[in-house]
């Protein structure tokens, strides 16, 4: 089976997250789509499975157009998705999860589907219990019980997204020997969406790059990693220099901290930070590093070690009590946690700054009046929060912030901010940190990392690896985190 | 066995009849994820319906099948609240079932207590004359029959057929289920509509077989009972017609004796099981099942997790999108 994709456009409001994209995939064959987050790759992937139509463009197979109402329809013409969360149902066995979805009258017949599972699994290489729950599986079992199952539906294509992330080593490796077997034996067609790339490097023989929703890319493996990682990240600018700044007495003080992400725990991670410093956290989408922020604010657990502010041990201080010592957090989800939707500008603020019983409106909404002149926010002070723009939306939330700080925790302070609110953001953060607060920082954006951090923590896989010559180094700063990112140790 | 207790048992299983209805409705419309919360208003209503049409044609069949119509019709109009308009469930529910005991009650006026219809019971022939079981389930009438019909289909055909099992995984994980190619709200719609239906056939049973009239008394708050037994029940058709048996029962026992003893121990024996509910979810619901499954051989854990689940399906309440299109 031949598919293609002609020209496929698809727009999400001012966002192009697919930009007349044409790729070919041939029978038999493993590719890999390689892309930073956010490069299109999943929207792409979507369109291919029939979860989302694109507003123009074509998938064609074996040189007839097809189109997809539903994903149903997709694997009927033999394209299956196995998503990175596996899409199965928790609560019912493995047998009943197979089941689901088959062909079949009203009384679906037990035995001949616990033998076509169990055929399937045996094929692959995989051993899986029917009787088993789906929720006591691990995430490489439930993998490998929906590629069973799209495979006895009758998928020719096999896209997989990210299937590396939060599986053992040893699954990794039954993985990729079955993927290697379906290709070269039953011509079974793989795609591997990644930003691994190591696992692209292991297992696939084509690459399709993307960035910004753009095909940037298309190489024949064995390709050097250094071009990939060019080709993904991009040729970005050299960092600029630094205006010299002192450094103060350390603010922050974490001693072999292990800490449980979602699917992943992050196991001796130490830093010490001192007033003036800003730290970007960088790495994959889950990696770790937001949790750490949260960590550090309080506001998640940490299974072993200490994190000290100020010299205090923060382990049972709630946020309430960090906030008093100088620390705080801003989280990405503006309006989801940071902002009240709902509430005024007036009362954001009396809700920040106001102790007491009652409300002193008029001093609120002075105080309101303030920050908005001072932080140049687009609004009044009784314009509901949520019908502020982004841009003015992040200013708020700075504005909120209480003057006399000593540490900023603040998760991808830009997102969805355009270049001028970016750079306004970090005009206010960096006069905070010349007044003695420390930040640490996660963005997605290696640039904004490389621009703004004077070290650099990265998350990968359960390590956090600290560079800190960003400055001394003789290639791209950038791309040389991008590698860090992607797996490639030091 | 004694006449007195055959008897009472039977008595336990025909009061019972409307409440097991309504909870079998309720179960099959929760275990595709909406929460019919107009229960309660609902049985009112479709019992005042079922009464007036019953009472006009003098047919049962008739007055029942007005009783279907409007729970079912009530049912659409939560589901199609939260699937089209994309409001709370719980929100419109809890108004609506007000609503229609309200508009049941002035409705009812020229109706309160106007006559008795007529019941009749269809003893089921050999059957009947099995010792006690005869006597306590197969000499009873139309609507106690179909309780016990109910029940049971309604157990098969949540885990024996695919239809049950694509009902369940819609309500559990509806991406899942429509990534297999399951038209989620359209399930959502017809199993609301037939737990609806099932909610007016309860009332029907009211009206038409356990009081048999029409009273402002005696029908309006046994439709918040079937939905905690819902709960209790575990979402599991065999355990909520248990949970119905067992409130029924106490209440026919406290009926019975409520002469002899003071009225404190009347109504500690009537706040009884829902103390007994409470033990029994906290016992489903802490370790202990944990603790039982890893002494169980894997091949019962189905079975045994499928009875004993204290949890309600996962996208309970919950409106389906499918991402990407609008």
């Given amino acids: 089976m031949h598919v293609e994709l002609r020209d496929i456009t698809k727009t999400f409001g001012n966002l192009r997250a697919n930009d007349a994209l044409s790729l070919s995939f041939a029978e038999g064959r493993i590719y890999a789509l390689l892309g930073e987050n956010g490069a299109g790759k999943s929207t792409l992937m979507k369109i291919l499975s029939g979860y989302q139509p694109p507003d123009s463009g074509h998938i064609l197979i074996d040189g007839q157009v097809v189109t997809f109402e539903t994903p149903a329809d997709a694997l009927r ?5 196995l998503h990175q969360d596996p899409l199965d149902v928790p609560n019912l066995t493995v047998l009943d999860n197979f089941m689901l979805g088959r062909h079949e009258g009203l009384l679906p017949k037990r035995k001949a589907a616990r033998e076509a599972l169990e055929a399937h699994a045996a094929r692959l290489g995989f051993h899986l219990d029917p009787f088993r729950y789906v929720d006591s599986l691990t995430i490489g079992e439930r993998q490998q019980l929906e590629i069973v199952r799209l495979l006895s539906l009758g998928a020719r294509l096999l896209i997989l997204d990210e299937p590396t992330t939060g599986i053992s080593a040893e699954q990794k490796h039954t993985l990729f020997s079955s993927l290697k077997r379906l290709a070269a034996q039953e011509g079974m067609t793989i795609i591997l969406v990644s930003h691994k790339l190591e696992d692209v490097a292991a297992l696939c023989e084509e690459v399709y790059v993307l960035r910004g929703g753009k095909l940037v890319g298309h190489r024949l493996m064995p390709t050097p990693i250094d071009e990939l990682v060019t080709l993904m990240f991009g040729q970005s600018l050299p960092r600029p220099s630094r205006g010299a700044h002192s450094l103060g007495e350390e603010i922050l003080c974490v001693e072999s901290v292990s800490l449980t992400a979602r699917r992943l725990t992050v196991r001796d991670l130490s830093l010490s930070v001192r007033s003036g410093e800003v730290i970007g956290l960088a790495g994959l989408d889950g990696s770790g590093q937001s949790d750490f922020l949260r960590a550090c604010a309080g506001l998640q657990p940490i299974n072993s070690g200490q994190i000290l502010i100020n010299g205090v041990s923060i382990r049972g201080k709630s946020y309430a009590e960090l906030l008093r010592m100088g620390v705080a957090y801003a989280p990405s989800g503006r309006l989801e946690e940071g902002l009240i939707d709902g509430l005024t500008l007036a009362e954001h603020f009396a809700l920040a700054r106001d102790s007491g019983i009652w409300i002193k409106w008029r001093e609120a ?3 309101a009046a303030r920050q908005i002149a001072h932080y140049n926010i687009r609004g009044a002070p009784h314009s509901p929060v949520q019908t502020l723009s982004g841009g003015n939306q992040q200013r708020t939330l700075i504005a909120l912030l209480p003057d006399n700080l000593r540490l900023l925790l ?14 306004w953001v970090w005009q206010q953060l960096l006069a905070r940190r010349d007044a003695g607060a420390a930040i640490l920082f996660t963005s997605p954006d290696l640039d904004e990392i490389v621009t703004y951090s004077d070290r650099v923590l990265v998350f990968c896989e359960g390590r956090a690896t600290l560079v800190t010559d960003l400055d001394n180094l003789t290639r791209n700063p950038a791309e040389r985190l991008g590698e860090l990112i992607g797996g490639r140790s030091l | 066995m ?5 008897r009472t048992l039977a008595d336990i299983v025909k009061v019972g009849a409307p409440i097991v209805l309504a909870a079998i ?21 479709s019992a005042l319906a079922a009464f007036v049409v019953g009472t006009s044609t003098s047919s049962v069949i008739v007055g029942t099948l007005a009783g279907i119509s409007v729970g079912s019709l009530i049912a659409l109009i939560v589901a199609a609240c939260s699937i089209e308009l994309r409001l709370s469930q719980v929100a419109v529910g809890f108004v609506l079932t007000l609503l229609c ?10 109706y309160r207590n106007a006559q008795v219809f007529p019941t009749t019971f269809l003893p089921i022939p050999v059957l009947k004359d099995i010792p006690v079981i005869g006597a306590i389930f197969f000499n009873q009438d139309l609507f106690t029959y179909l ?8 157990w098969w055909w949540l885990f024996r057929t695919k239809a049950g099992l694509t009902l369940r995984a819609v309500g559990e994980r509806p991406q899942a289920a429509f990534a297999r190619g399951v038209n989620v709200n359209r399930i959502r719609y017809l199993y609301t509509a037939l737990g609806g239906s099932l909610v007016g056939l309860g009332g029907a049973a009211y009206t038409l077989g356990v009081l048999p009239t029409w009273s402002d008394t005696g029908i309006a708050g046994n439709g918040w009972i079937a939905l905690a037994i819902v709960i209790f029940g575990g979402w599991h058709p065999l355990r909520v017609a248990f949970g119905v048996y067992l409130v029924a029962g106490l209440r026919t026992i406290v009926t019975s004796i409520q002469a002899q003893v003071p009225p404190q121990v009347v109504e500690l024996l009537n706040a009884l099981p829902w103390l007994l509910m409470l033990l029994t979810l906290f016992l489903v619901s802490g370790p202990y099942l944990d603790r039982l499954m890893k002494v169980l051989p894997p091949r019962l854990h189905p079975p045994i997790r499928t009875l004993l689940r204290a949890r309600p399906p996962s996208a309970l309440g919950t409106v389906f999108e499918q991402e990407g299109r609008s």
């Fill in chain 2, 2 to 6: 004694d006449d007195v207790l055959v």
């Fill in chain 1, 365 to 367: 909404v002075a105080l």
């Fill in chain 2, 101 to 110: 005991r309200d508009l049941a009650l002035f409705l009812g006026i020229p």
């Fill in chain 1, 410 to 423: 603040l998760e991808d302070p830009t997102r969805g901010l355009d270049v001028e609110s970016t750079a």
């Fill in chain 2, 25 to 45: 409705g309720e179960t099959l419309t929760e275990r595709g994820g909406v929460v019919n919360l107009a229960l309660d208003g609902s049985l009112v209503l």
């Fill in chain 2, 147 to 154: 309780s016990f019909i109910a029940v049971a289909v309604a």
């Fill in chain 1, 77 to 81: 013409c033999g394209i299956g998705m």
